[in-house]
């Protein structure tokens, strides 16, 4: 199995872009977790779907973060407009059952 | 609210020794803790669960215990190696949280040879 894909790696942009993060989990999980990951803040889920459907958003900053899963196997993370302080590592993670979830590599957002 | 706290942000033990990482909640009444290795540049990779009715569980080197009156969780590695050094973060989960995990910030873990 490839592991849970996430796409672009890198990502660049000058504040006020849209910035769109996609995600691919693991074949056959049925929950998907959008993270982000700062020095100051740690590891912080933003998001969670369960079978498409999302669940708990209450860690969705503001309302410049939007998130689908529009089937199984896909998922976008969007941020519009884009600011400085978005800057950081986002990771999606799935997981099947209750338990051990899977991380992705990880997106690297810089907005300048 | 719920919070998590890892002991130290960094942790530096000779080769060979026993590395012991601690993990202390508050606020929270989990079903299981997990514990999680990340190397730089990657997401991180599940190493152990384990539930709030077991006090201890082990995994080759590893070993972590689960105390819910102290509400604390040791994650023990016994004779480091330098390829152990990394982030170890837990992770709580269960205990109405949904199914979500509740992570802290992590221990940097580094074994010097």
């Known amino acids: 199995d490839a592991g849970v894909i996430q796409s672009p790696r890198h990502e660049v942009t000058e504040m006020g872009q849209e910035v769109t993060l996609r995600c691919k989990p693991i074949s056959g999980h049925n929950s998907l977790f959008w993270y982000r990951q700062t020095m100051m803040r740690g590891l912080e889920l933003l998001i969670y779907?369960?079978?498409?459907?999302?669940?708990?958003d209450s860690g969705m900053p503001e309302d410049r973060f939007s998130a689908k899963m529009p089937n199984a196997s896909f998922s976008t993370l969007k941020i519009q407009p884009s600011e400085p302080r978005d800057s950081a590592v986002y990771f999606c993670?799935?997981?099947?059952?209750?338990?051990?979830?899977?991380f992705g590599p990880g997106t690297r957002l810089l907005v300048l | 609210s719920q919070k998590i706290e890892q002991n130290s942000e960094a942790l530096n033990i000779q080769e060979g020794k026993t590395a012991t990482l601690t993990c202390n909640y508050t606020n929270y009444s989990p079903a299981y803790l997990q514990w999680y290795r990340q190397d730089p540049g990657r997401g991180p990779v599940f190493l152990l669960l384990i539930r709030e009715n077991e006090k201890e569980k082990r995994k080759e080197r590893l070993k972590v215990t689960f105390d819910t009156t102290l509400k604390q969780s040791l994650f023990h590695i016994t004779a480091s190696q330098p390829a152990d050094s990394a982030t170890y973060l837990c992770a709580l989960g269960g205990g109405g949280s949904q199914g979500n995990l509740i992570f802290g910030k992590g221990t940097k873990l580094s074994v010097k040879p």
């Open positions: 779907f369960n079978n498409n459907v999302p669940i708990d």
């Open positions: 993670a799935s997981r099947t059952g209750e338990e051990t979830q899977y």
